[in-house]
Structure formats: structure tokens, C-alpha cells
């Protein structure tokens, strides 16, 4: 699958919900972990690859997980307890921002063949949630940046994907 990078305006569009539960799903949700992984990353949302469906697959260590139309239902971050780490993002290589976000997330999501969970992540599985659920909702981790500061990170893109090819 082909990744799409900053600034591709498919990026800022927000996923449907996933309703057809079948084997093109499961297929689908195994190249979208496949490409991840080949591209050393921890976690991908289908946006990333240009679909436009709550869907993400994500690996930081603990084993895959295939999230279908996630919600986040509670956080810990009313309690203080926020994890500080350096975000980046498969869609924005080679560019990093020390974030905060919350360190643990309830989730509510379904699997490849529809089973409803609820499950607490925490640590940088919650963060890679996190950060995942924003790229459904059409933004960015770089979205708070000034446009100065976003022109650079456009330049260090072009840069990094140059070194790629």
C-alpha cells in the first residue's frame, strides 16, 4: 500500500465508520498492518493509506491490535496522568514534537469480524490511540504548528523522502 504524506489533503478528511464486516475487511486490515511494518511504524490508520474508514492497526511491542470504529469512552488525563513522548508519524517523516497526552485511554471498538471490546490501553499504547484517532478525524500532529513552522517541516518531508528514493 502507498502512504500518503503532508500535505496530501486526504490527510484532513475524516473517516466514515466501517459497517461491512467481511473477508475484503480482514484483508484490507492485514496489508494496512504490512505496510506499517514495513514502514517501522507502530501504529496506521486506513486515511494514511488514502481510505477513508475508522480503522487502525497498531503494534508498539505488546502484539497487533485491529481497532474498528474506536471510541475513546474515558481518559486518565483528568487525573494527571499524562505520558510526555517524542511524536512522529509515518505520514510526516523524519519530523519529531515532544507531546503530552493522556497515559491511559478506555476504548470501545469493534475487531475484523465485528466483535464488539472495551479495553483500557495505557502507556504508548494509549498514545499511539490517541495519535491514530486524530488522523480519523482529519488532523495531524503538526496541526498546532504556525504555518512558518509547518513550511519547514514541508521542506524536511520533501528531504527525507528524497533520501528514500
Known amino acids: 500500500m502507498k502512504l500518503l504524506y503532508y500535505p496530501d489533503p486526504i490527510l484532513t478528511q475524516v473517516s466514515e465508520p466501517v459497517t461491512e464486516f467481511d473477508q475484503s475487511l480482514i484483508t484490507f486490515c492485514d496489508d494496512l498492518y504490512a505496510t506499517m ?5 507502530m501504529g ?10 475508522q480503522i487502525i492497526v497498531m503494534d508498539v511491542g505488546e502484539g497487533r491490535y485491529t481497532l ?23 505520514s510526516v517523516p523524519g519530523y519529531y514534537e515532544e507531546r503530552e497526552r493522556s497515559s491511559g485511554v478506555l476504548l470501545r ?19 499511539c490511540i490517541q ?32 533520501r528514500k528514493t
Open 37 to 41: 511494518k514495513e514502514n517501522d511504524g
Open 44 to 53: 496506521l490508520s486506513a486515511v494514511q493509506v488514502g481510505v477513508l474508514k
Open 68 to 90: 474498528i470504529n474506536p471510541e475513546i469512552r474515558e481518559t486518565t488525563t483528568g487525573d494527571g496522568n499524562v505520558l510526555k513522548f517524542s511524536e512522529g508519524c509515518l
Open 109 to 127: 471498538y469493534e475487531t475484523e469480524n465485528g466483535a464488539p471490546v472495551i479495553k483500557w490501553f495505557k502507556e504508548l499504547e494509549a498514545f
Open 131 to 162: 495519535h491514530e484517532m486524530d488522523h480519523l478525524d482529519g488532523k495531524l500532529f503538526i496541526d498546532d504548528l504556525s504555518p512558518l513552522k509547518k513550511q519547514l517541516v514541508r521542506k524536511k518531508i520533501a528531504k527525507t523522502l528524497k
